[in-house]
């Protein structure tokens, strides 16, 4: 089930804080999307066995209206996510500071991996081939498994570049 995003102002007047109180600060959805394609690389931290945080650079795709990423099943993330799927992406593209909260869900269905792997496709050439719902990167040695993970967001946040706006958003069910 989706769940839609409602953009709203992360401070309040009340709040007594230097950040915009305005309105028409708020920044739509879109850019959270905006900020997952164009960049690089974005920073992935989940929940290590000891309940201590992990963090690691991935390669983010969207997919699903969703950031989405490619974890090898033995790293120490697919590890931490299929113990406790909670995590947190973070991204920066010169306009807005992205911070994603959420679970990451491993994606199995045909269409949904066809969609994510059509996405690293897309943005990094990438191509993967899929067998038993796992991708695999035929092109390297050993063709190493990948598994796909989308991020379903339980709250999200957006800081601008100017340092005085910021966007919380929720999401509910549709």
């Known amino acids: 089930m989706t769940k839609k995003p409602v953009a709203e102002l992360l401070f309040s007047e009340t709040d007594a804080v230097p950040i915009s109180t305005d309105p028409a600060t708020v920044k739509?959805?879109?850019?959270?999307?905006?900020c997952v394609e164009s960049v690089p690389r974005a920073w992935l931290s989940s929940v290590r066995p000891d309940s201590g945080p992990h963090a690691v650079p991935l390669m983010p795709v969207w997919a699903d209206d969703v950031p989405c990423f490619a974890s090898r099943p033995g790293s120490r993330k697919s590890r931490n996510l299929a113990r406790d799927p909670r995590c947190v992406l973070t991204a920066t593209d010169g306009t807005l500071?992205?911070?994603?909260?959420?679970?990451a869900v491993r994606v199995t269905d045909e269409d949904g991996i066809r969609r994510v792997l059509d996405a690293f496709k897309a943005k990094y050439g990438w191509e993967l081939s899929v067998r038993d719902g796992s991708a695999f990167a035929d092109d390297l040695p050993g063709s190493p498994e990948y598994g796909l993970y989308r991020i379903v967001p339980t709250r999200a946040f957006g800081y601008g570049a100017d340092g005085a706006t910021a966007t919380r958003w929720r999401f509910e069910e549709e």
């Open 97 to 103: 500071d992205l911070v994603v909260e959420g679970e």
């Open 28 to 34: 739509p959805w879109d850019l959270a999307r905006a």
